[in-house]
Nanobody, 114 residues
Framework: QVQLVESGGGLVQPGGSLRLSCAASGRFFSIYTMGWYRQAPGKQRDLVATITSSGNTNYADSVKGRFTISREYAKNTVYLQMNSLKPEDTAVYYC????????WGQGTQVTVSS
C-alpha cells in the first residue's frame, strides 16, 4: 500500500525558513503528481504547491517566490522549501499524491510566531 509520511514541521520566527519532506512508500512514485496542502484552524484545506512527474510546478499566489516544491525520485521523496515565512503560513501541512481518489499524509504542524 502507498503511504505518505511528512516531516520537518516546527516553530519558526517570521522571516525564517523550514523544509518539509514527504516520503512515499509506493512503487510508482515517479508517475504521479505530488502536492502540498495546508489547513489553518477553522479554515478549509488549500493547495500550496504541486509538482508533476516531469517536474512542472504550480504554486498558490500567496506562496509564489517564497516556497519551492521539488522531488527526489531516487528517494521517493517530495520537498517543500519554505522561506520568508509569515504568521499567516501557520497551518498543518499535508502531503498529497494524485493516485486513485487521492492519498494524504498525516500532516505536520508549521507555526510561524515571534
Amino acid at each position: 500500500q502507498v503511504q505518505l509520511v511528512e516531516s520537518g514541521g516546527g516553530l519558526v520566527q517570521p522571516g525564517g525558513s523550514l523544509r518539509l519532506s514527504c516520503a512515499a512508500s509506493g512503487r510508482f512514485f515517479s508517475i504521479y503528481t505530488m502536492g502540498w496542502y495546508r489547513q489553518a484552524p477553522g479554515k478549509q484545506r488549500d493547495l500550496v504547491a504541486t509538482i508533476t512527474s516531469s517536474g512542472n510546478t504550480n504554486y498558490a499566489d500567496s506562496v509564489k517566490g517564497r516556497f519551492t516544491i521539488s522531488r527526489e525520485y531516487a528517494k521517493n521523496t517530495v520537498y517543500l522549501q519554505m522561506n520568508s515565512l509569515k504568521p499567516e503560513d501557520t497551518a498543518v501541512y499535508y502531503c498529497y499524491q494524485a493516485v486513485g481518489v487521492g492519498l494524504w499524509g498525516q500532516g505536520t504542524q508549521v507555526t510561524v510566531s515571534s
